[in-house]
């Protein structure tokens, strides 16, 4: 076999010079180095495999390059060029006549885990024993110590993936880490089959950056090679296992049971789903929490999946495997919990799990995974505020608004708000002066009122009605104020058969501003958007289906709300749950040092210590929330935080925000060192061209 692709032309340093477009983001340590440090260490990392060679017997050769970002050859072994290249290296196939990729290059790994110690099992991984050959400046080969069989398959698609690091700790530019994989043919054709059902673009909607094992092992296509059901070792077939804890780690079981964690019936029965990871590290996701929801499919294999091979996969091709592992308490052999239907093979699951039926939550895949909001079943309603009048210092505002179902019909406001059903169609007022939660309100509700609409405090006709406040503007007041519309609608489905059920369809939230003294109008500033949430969550929604827009939650969660209105006497003192406190010690409840729980609505109280950021993103990555360099210090909160079970109560807004994620005792004292009674100081150290900058200490 030759070569199948030529050298390329390296491209010389004064390239990296004369360029002025830097190839670093805000998250990247190397945006924030200067010039001189950037030309002597050339930051980043870029693998590409240039070809691949076949011996007679079956040596595997193949050529590869290392360079930075800009093109620029680096030096393995890190002796001429700053840091040394850590490269690893998985050869695998993908059978004619199977679906998933098998690995060459296995190790037999031995559970040193005490529960299981001395249980074996052959595993997927890198190749070792091999050499490598400089052959130019950046480019190498590597031999393969494994060898392929004397019958290996020239006509299957083969890959080879090569991963690694390059570590800049000692120039303070972090390790950066880089995965290439490259497909062939043995026989020299075309490559016709691989397999891709998701792809990283998809992954990346939570995951941020996906790599995992140290960082290295980066996207999907590099994932599923390690990441198959079983593998062939001479005549024998095994499976992909965890010898630690039995379970396989075979990617569609596992992931399907990793994100289904807490929903799992499995995990409900009392039975915790875990893996067992380098030095014994147990990773436990019996608590997991799908933000997107368990039952949506679509959102891992249609939202920006569209690119994927085989992206189609999960509604013609079901399987006992993949849809097993998320219903694991079915049993195919028995036909337990599958309306005694014994299953021996996948060959008839498409006959009754086609594709999408004739009506929602029936057997097919579409209509089984339907999420409720979505389900075309359902009347839905649309209600936007047209017109605010009488917004003036001692006046009640008259609120006009429409009120259609989705399909742009004219409602009844008695459709929506039906005499013993929970349809719901409330108002809030409040004040903005740059913050929520000023001198209004009531005792529960800081800063706000909502009022709630019935059938009788609205004149109108079925399309549009008018709504009077009870509540009056103060005399005194000043500058903007915001009126937001929020409901949800009460409908019961499928009526009088098994599948009768009631679905709440929330409102999408309409928020307005007016000026009360014409004054111009001036917006709450923008923090992040329900856009951006919706990259993991898919739809926010919260409050019994009441409120689904940043723009929203902001007013009720102001830095004046505590959760007193719900906690118990006993569980005192509160917990705020102003939204920059609130939001950060939710997102990083396990790396929290303190418990955070708050009690809703019904006194229930809710915990977070469990919750992480969808790794390998963590309480640094401020950008995957954030807009507009909001996360900057100091904050644009003018207001001080009420924060009775944190350190400092109360708590200046820009430490309100820092503390929500750095929950220690000796972060709040520093906090607390660098406020005076004239206010913080935060941008001295942390402002956006300080030393210490936000984007800067938080840069990878």
């Excluded at 001189?36 to 076949?54: C, D, M, Q, S, Y």
């Excluded at 849809?323 to 699951?349: M, P, R, W, Y």
């Excluded at 919706?534 to 929604?541: E, F, G, K, T, V």
């Amino acid at each position: 076999m030759k070569w199948t692709l030529a050298a390329l032309l390296l491209i010389t340093s004064t390239v990296l010079v004369s360029s002025t477009q830097s190839p670093f983001t805000q998250r990247d340590k190397a945006f924030y180095a200067d010039e001189a440090t950037i030309n002597f260490v050339r930051p980043g990392l870029v693998f590409k495999i240039l070809g691949h060679e076949i011996a007679a017997d079956g040596t595997v050769k193949v050529r590869f390059r290392i360079t930075d970002p800009k093109g620029v050859p680096l030096e393995r072994e890190g002796i001429n060029t700053p840091g040394p290249v850590s490269t690893s290296f998985i050869l695998a196939y993908l059978p004619n006549d199977g679906n998933h990729w098998r690995t060459y290059t296995t190790r037999l790994k031995t559970s040193t885990w005490p529960p299981t110690a001395g249980k074996q099992a052959r595993q997927s991984s890198a190749d070792s024993g091999g050499s490598y050959q400089k052959v130019a400046d950046g480019e190498y080969i590597y031999t393969f110590g494994t060898k392929l069989p004397a019958n290996y398959d020239k006509t299957a698609t083969h890959a080879i993936s090569l991963y690694g690091n390059r570590n800049l700790s000692e120039f303070e530019l972090g390790v950066n880490y880089a995965t290439d994989n490259y497909y062939f043919v043995p026989d020299g054709s075309a490559v016709k089959r691989v397999r891709q059902v998701i792809t990283t673009e998809s992954c990346n909607k939570c995951h941020e950056d996906l790599r995992f094992h140290g960082g290295s092992r980066k996207g999907m296509d590099n994932c599923i090679l390690c990441h198959s059901p079983a593998y062939t070792i001479g005549n024998t077939t095994v499976q992909n296992i965890n010898p630690e804890t039995g379970n396989t780690i075979d990617m569609t079981v596992m992931i399907h049971k990793i994100h289904m964690g807490a929903n799992l019936p499995s995990v409900r029965a009392g039975q915790p789903y875990r893996i067992v990871g380098f030095g014994n590290n147990v990773a436990d996701y019996s608590k997991i929490g799908m933000p997107s929801g368990a039952n949506n499919c679509q959102w891992c294999h249609v939202e920006k999946n569209d690119k994927a091979a085989q992206k189609d996969a999960w509604l013609s091709n079901p399987t006992r495997a993949a849809c097993g592992s998320c219903h694991d308490n079915v049993n195919f052999a028995t036909g337990e919990n599958h309306l005694g239907i014994i299953q021996v093979s996948d060959n008839q699951c498409k006959n009754c799990h086609i594709p999408q039926g004739e009506l929602d939550f029936d057997a097919s895949i579409l209509g089984a995974h339907i999420t409720e909001q979505n389900s075309s079943l359902v009347r839905g309603a649309v209600a936007k505020i047209e017109r605010i009048e009488n917004a003036q210092p001692g006046k009640k505002p008259v609120i006009t608004f429409s009120l259609k179902d989705r399909a742009g019909n004219p409602m009844a406001i008695s459709d929506l708000i039906p005499g013993a059903g929970r349809g719901r169609l409330a108002f809030t007022l409040a004040p903005l002066d740059v913050d929520y939660g000023l001198n209004f309100g009531t005792a529960t509700t800081k800063g706000y009122v909502n009022e709630t609409v019935t059938v009788t405090s609205v004149t109108g006709t079925p399309g549009l009605y008018t709504y009077t406040m009870n509540t009056a503007i103060p005399a005194d007041a000043k500058g903007t104020w915001t009126i937001a519309l929020e409901g949800r609608t009460d409908e019961k489905v499928l009526e009088g058969t098994l599948k009768e059920r009631v679905i709440e369809v929330n409102i999408p939230n309409d928020v307005k501003y007016v000026s009360v003294d014409g004054s111009p109008v001036q917006a709450r500033r923008v923090v992040t958007t329900t856009a951006t949430c919706n990259q993991c969550h898919a739809r926010l929604s919260f409050h019994g289906e009441n409120r689904n827009e940043i723009d929203n939650c902001v007013i009720c969660h102001n830095p004046s709300m505590t959760d007193a209105a719900r906690r118990p006497a006993a569980q005192a003192p509160p917990e705020s749950i102003n939204m920059a406190t609130m939001i950060h010690r939710i997102h990083t409840g396990e790396e929290q040092p303190r418990d955070y729980t708050i009690y809703g609505f019904g006194n229930v109280p809710h915990n977070y210590n469990h919750v992480l950021l969808p790794p390998p993103a963590t309480g640094a990555s401020c950008t995957l929330c954030h807009v507009n360099n909001s996360q900057q210090a100091p904050s644009k909160g003018v207001l001080a935080v009420t924060d009775p079970r944190g350190w400092l109560n109360p708590v200046q807004p820009t430490a309100a925000a820092c503390l929500g994620c750095h929950a220690s005792r000796e972060a709040a004292s520093h906090a607390l060192a660098h406020t005076t009674t004239l206010g913080e100081s935060c941008g001295v150290c942390h402002g956006p061209n300080a030393t210490y900058s936000v984007n800067k200490v938080h840069a990878q």
